[in-house]
């Protein structure tokens, strides 16, 4: 039951938001295309790995927070929940540093993971899984790499809804049996897999019947517009900042 | 009287000793549209993937344009493409065979292989958006429809293909009555000279509708009438 509901609980965040237009209720930054974010996102983390200043860090968790802020609070409570969960587990491993005469060490760690989470997680709340697999092909990935990534969400989501409907049929079927878990589990996986295996089938068929050959693109693209600008200006800045405080 | 552009002859098709089709013989011509009706098993969905060229017949020879149809010539990249080019297949379950992340990319996806200019490839996908209704659900997953919609956009990205065989595998099954009736129109809509349409279904109005032959297989994996 645990295991279904993890899985009900991804499919939910996969399907968020899915076919609205967020374009109208997004926030300057996020009207940026999502390559450039994404690029700018790993721009910047390099940086703070790279930086020894702690003050260049300090600056971009301030622009993080100050970026957070403008998030709806669901997504502010999961970005903080997931940068406190990094932390935590950075400083149970780092602790024995503190100890050996090295707290500074603990310090820097901190911040850097602190900054490169929270960045991850912002722009994994902002952009859609669709937004983000396209986004993978201004870097030149593979087409059939990105095909494969979306269809993995598409059986994801198949496959799951279909396991929760074994599921609910095996508990209709075995009422008030306390052990049924140990006996239908191995079912549901069995035939979940049989599922996957005739479903994975009749969609090759499918490419091969629409002249599947390697060809995958994204039918709309995305025009440069003043927010890419800007946020182009805001990466040249952070650069400069990087360059200054590393004096 | 038109030529026949598909053409049975003798086909059987067995699986592990089991028969599945048994003697099929028949001449399908352009510009007409044939429902095929048997009972469940009676091996109607085999003869659409040997249609298809998904599967080959045991026994027999299938003709497409004059040109025997077999595993080793479909083998060949350019032939394969070629032919399915020009057979357009919407499958009984819309959910296999919608696989990209949004409903305009799936419109496009077949549009983009057969490598036209962009200009074209939008020109088609909005013409086929708003001729099926489903406009408001092009930034949707296609796995987050209903299964009315899925149906819409799997006809929608095979008929943009423009096909000039189309074979379709129970569009109605699993539709409700507005669902139905939507298809029904499109499908009486779609009828044109120069295209062939195979429909294998249970519904009796669907084939009252839009059949010019009607094509019974029996039981026995035989063609009965």
Known sequence: MKLNLTILKIISQLLDYDGLDKSLSRVPLQKVVPALRLFGVCFIILLCALSRNAYFTFIIIAIGLLHLSFLPVKDMFSVIRMVFTADLFSGLILLPSVFLGNPGTLFTVLMKVTESVMLLSTINCELEWKEITAAFRAFKVPSIFVLTLDMTVHFLVILGRFSDRLLEAVSLRLVGKKDWKSQSAGDI?????????????????????????GEYRSFKKH??????FLYVLFLILVFVLFLITRR | MSESIISLKNISYKYDDQIVLDDISYDFKMGKCYCIMGPNGCGKSTLFRILNGLSFPTKGEFYFDGKLITEKYLKDENESRDFHKRIGFVFQDSEVQL???????????????????????????????????????????????????????????????????????????????????????FLKKQKSEDRLIIISTHNKELCDAVSDEIINIGKNHKIIS
Not at chain 2, 148 to 171: Q, T, Y
Request: charged share 30%.
């Open chain 2, 99 to 185: 696989f990209t992340r949004s409903v305009i990319d799936e419109v496009a996806f077949g549009l983009y292989q057969l490598g036209l200019d962009q200009k074209e490839i939008e020109r088609r996908v909005y013409y086929y958006l708003d001729l099926l209704e489903i406009r408001h659900l092009e930034n949707r997953a296609p796995f987050n429809l209903s299964g009315g919609e899925k149906k819409r956009v799997a006809l929608a990205s095979v008929f943009s293909m423009k096909p000039e065989v189309l074979i379709l595998d129970e569009p109605l099954a699993g539709l409700d009555e507005d669902g139905q009736e939507f298809v029904l129109e």
């Open chain 1, 223 to 228: 025009r440069f517009n003043i927010w890419d």
């Open chain 1, 189 to 213: 996986l069995g035939t979940t897999f049989l599922k996957s295996t005739r479903i994975a089938t009749k969609t090759s068929e499918a490419m091969v019947c629409r002249c599947f050959s």
